[in-house]
């Protein structure tokens, strides 16, 4: 059985990119979310395996959402992921419960490995 993705990130190219490296995978995109509300809004009825959130984006940012989700959903497993590779920005997400990191842009075996990681 594939495992469930939900995708946070405002920006089509990106939501595009992760469709095509997560084809022919052992994982299935569930839903696109394209702002922080939408996933929180989205979460409960989608409950996926992983999320993928970016941090920047209109509205209410990645971290605060995560962060949200987090505080209802404490085994919720959401990596970062973000063109934003601050030491701060790594600590927060931490410190919130981010499973994992993964910079853009991204390659197949990094993204598939922090998502092995956060699954295990």
């Given at each position: 059985?594939?495992?469930?993705?939900?995708?946070?990130?405002?920006?089509?190219?990106?939501?595009?990119q992760l469709g095509d490296v997560?084809?022919?995978t052992d994982y299935e995109i569930v839903a696109y979310?394209?702002?922080g509300e939408d996933a929180i809004a989205q979460y409960d009825e989608i409950n996926p395996d992983i999320v993928t959130m970016d941090i920047?984006?209109?509205?209410?940012?990645?971290?605060?959402?995560?962060?949200?989700?987090?505080?209802?959903?404490?085994?919720?497993r959401i990596i970062m992921v973000s063109s934003l590779a601050y030491d701060d920005t790594f600590e927060r997400a931490?410190?919130?419960?981010?499973?994992?990191?993964?910079?853009k842009p991204f390659h197949k075996e990094q993204?598939?490995?922090v998502f092995e990681q956060a699954l295990s």
């Open positions: 059985m594939k495992k469930r993705v939900m995708i946070v990130d405002d920006s089509r190219l990106v939501r595009v997560l084809e022919g979310c394209r702002s920047i984006m209109q509205g209410m940012d990645g971290l605060d959402a995560s962060e949200h989700i987090l505080r209802k959903h404490p085994d919720a931490k410190a919130i419960g981010a499973k994992g990191f993964v910079d993204l598939l490995k």
